[in-house]
């Protein structure tokens, strides 16, 4: 198996445990006081289509058909996550992103950091898939 495959199934997994982990929140999770999340801020609309991109995105790049278009939307999806984990972090008191459902990671703070970490990561994935299907294509 070609690594761009395997970078393209990695980032198809995280994509789909993600937002399974947001829909078993959906499905179960009583909110505790003073433990809200940029997710569960979202309005109901905001979470299902959170989830419904997540669940698409994750289907399209483990099919491989598109590649190049299919990582661009991994890169696109990635760095408004980015863009909102860094808008988060300059307040006095962020809050944790539930990005991963009711996972905690620690503090706010914390959470943020480790979210930040895991989606340099992953766009460092995708954008390793569109050069790679960019040079093929060339």
Known sequence: MK?????RWVLALVLAVAAGLKLAWM????????????????????KWGLVA??????????NGW????????????LSVFLCVVVIEMGKVEPKSCGCLGAMA????????????????????LALWVYFAALRRRA
Do not use: N, Y
């Open 27 to 46: 499905a179960g999770h009583k909110q505790a006081a003073g433990a809200e999340t940029l997710f569960s801020g979202l309005p109901m609309w905001g």
């Open 3 to 7: 690594m761009t495959a395997v970078a």
């Open 66 to 77: 598109l590649q190049r278009w299919a990582a661009m939307a991994a890169i696109c999806l």
């Open 105 to 124: 990671v620690g503090s706010g703070r914390t959470s943020l950091w480790v979210t930040l970490g895991m989606d340099v990561g992953l766009l460092g």
């Open 53 to 62: 991109a997540e669940l698409g995105l994750a289907a399209w790049l483990a």
